[in-house]
């Protein structure tokens, strides 16, 4: 199982999605998830809509392609309208290994028809995903508790769909029993299944033994 830093690998809740906590996180050698919107034409880092000073997309590619290229992306897309930007960022650096999610319906479709990588979702909410059969994978949520068990996830992955499971910490639960059973799944094993935390090397010592 790969391992995703939520907004990077950050010691403290100002480090969110900051140049250090990528860094952090790339140099550790772990992927990362991180959030994507657009500012007076260009593409800039930034979870809620973006200040002035918003990172640049630039600086957190150019992380990237300094630390190791072949770590896997979680972009979520927080704003329509992103294609022609997004697919010049990920030319320019050579990203492959990437996913986009969470943008809305309309614009997850516009995105595959563009030939962009786009992960559907699955929740409590969302019990069937949209857009299944052209979808690369499968962004599965627990936002009320932990629902998922082996054959929800083995279904995605032996439908030749990659998945990334959000941790429970995100949603301000304790992971830990989650992750244990995590690491008692046979599933486990699968580097088509990643799992987005805010604890990436605590998540890895249980995960990877």
């Known amino acids: 199982m790969q391992i995703l830093s939520h907004r990077g690998w950050w010691t403290t809740p100002g480090e969110k999605n900051s140049p250090s906590a990528f860094t952090r996180s790339f140099a550790a050698g772990y992927g990362t998830e991180t959030d994507l919107r657009d500012a007076l034409g260009r593409l800039v880092i930034s979870h809620d809509p973006p200040a002035a000073d918003a990172l640049?997309?630039?600086?957190?590619?150019?992380?990237?392609?300094?630390?190791?290229?072949?770590?896997?992306?979680?972009?979520?897309?927080?704003a329509d309208g992103l294609q022609a930007l997004l697919r010049a960022a990920l030319e320019k650096y050579a990203v492959a290994n990437y996913f986009l999610f969470d943008m809305s319906l309309p614009d997850a479709l516009v995105s595959i028809r563009h030939g962009l990588t786009v992960f559907t979702r699955q929740s409590e909410w969302e019990p069937e995903p949209l857009f299944y059969t052209e979808a690369a994978g499968v962004w599965m949520d627990c936002f009320l508790g932990e629902w998922m068990t082996d054959s929800t996830i083995g279904r995605h992955l032996d439908a030749g769909k990659r998945v990334c499971i959000v941790s429970p910490e995100l949603h301000r639960r304790d992971p830990r029993v989650f992750w244990d059973r995590l690491a008692r799944m046979d599933l486990h094993n699968s580097n088509a299944l990643m799992l987005c935390t805010d604890r990436p090397d605590e998540a890895k010592a249980v995960l990877h033994g």
């Not at 640049?56 to 927080?78: C, H, I, M, Q, W």
């Open 56 to 78: 640049a997309a630039d600086t957190f590619f150019e992380l990237y392609r300094a630390s190791g290229p072949d770590l896997p992306l979680a972009l979520n897309v927080k």
